[in-house]
């Protein structure tokens, strides 16, 4: 019996070392990997919402296996009460700068903070097809955080990539 757990626990030490990584940054498989951003007002809305807020997105695209993964963060995005919680952050396009593009991808999540940041992400069954690869990687994205009160975006932002 002794001898079965050692095995065992030998094998869970070998996986173990095998499935750990060094704490350095994520890399691609074959390198084609994106950074993408975008600063986000009312102004960019169309039409504008007239509000304060400002947010803020920066992700990184790894094209072989199609995943998106971002911090989106937050200020003001409602002042005084009652508060006017996150439901969701919006993807459209394509569309340039200054106007609206049809919806691609919903990340639903709730925040009831005025200022913040979360960190989420696109892939699985929630991947981007061919062409909506092609717009995120074109610049003709945008992003619109929308809250209870602004279920259509209080805030949008246009996003840009760059092939590391």
Do not use: H
Not at 26 to 47: E, F, H, I, K
């Amino acid at each position: 019996m002794k001898n079965i757990i050692f095995k065992f626990l030998m094998l869970c030490a070998v996986l173990n070392l095998w499935a750990c990584t060094k704490g350095k940054e994520l890399v691609s498989l074959n390198g084609a990997t994106y950074t993408v951003t975008g600063a986000a007002d009312a102004t960019q809305m169309v039409p504008t919402t007239g509000v304060s807020a400002t947010g803020n997105f920066s992700g990184w695209y790894d094209e072989q296996v199609n995943v998106l993964t971002f911090t989106l963060s937050w200020t003001d995005i409602f002042t005084g009460t009652p508060a006017d919680p996150i439901t969701s952050v919006k993807f459209y396009g394509p569309a340039p700068v200054g106007t609206n593009g049809a919806l691609i991808k919903t990340v639903s999540f709730s925040n009831g903070n005025a200022s913040g940041s979360v960190n989420l992400g696109l892939g699985g069954y929630a991947e981007l097809s061919a062409t909506e690869k092609n717009t995120l990687l074109t610049g003709n994205c945008y992003y619109q955080i929308c809250t209870q009160k602004f279920p259509q975006g209080l805030i949008r932002g246009q996003l840009k990539s760059v092939k590391n």
